[in-house]
């Protein structure tokens, strides 16, 4: 029904910049609760940030840091990755569900297919 797909990963230095984006096809984007996801191995997938209508939501690991943003027009919602840490590698995963926002994955019914991001130092 609904085809998330985030792209935007990759490989900088401490405390350089990364921005992510995630397309979300085959539903009312509008209508929408888009989050970010990551996981690093051996941890378990936390909330990052999210976004639906006015609503802007942040881990307090991130906050200052990351901002979420979202262009209706083009289905897509960004990630701006700031002053990246190493504690910030990991898998990062959009995802997408209808109605409000959840920080806990299992909330969300639609997932793309994770972009990695690797913080050297």
């Known amino acids: 029904q609904v085809h998330v797909v985030e792209s935007g990963g990759g490989l900088v230095q401490a405390g350089g910049s990364l921005r992510l984006s995630c397309t979300a096809s085959?539903?009312?984007?509008?209508?929408?609760?888009m989050a970010w996801f990551r996981q690093a191995p051996g941890k378990e997938r936390e909330f990052v940030a999210a976004?639906?209508?006015?609503?802007?939501y942040y881990a307090d690991s991130v906050k200052g840091r990351f901002t979420i943003s979202r262009d209706n027009a083009k289905n897509t919602v960004y990630l701006q990755m700031n002053s990246l840490k190493p504690e910030d590698t990991a898998v990062y995963y959009c995802?997408?569900?209808?109605?409000?926002?959840?920080?806990?994955?299992?909330?969300?019914?639609?997932w793309g297919q994770g972009t990695q991001v690797t913080v050297s130092s």
């Open positions: 085959g539903g009312s984007f509008i209508r929408y609760a």
């Open positions: 976004i639906r209508r006015a609503g802007l």
């Open positions: 995802a997408a569900r209808s109605g409000a926002v959840f920080t806990t994955h299992y909330e969300y019914d639609y």
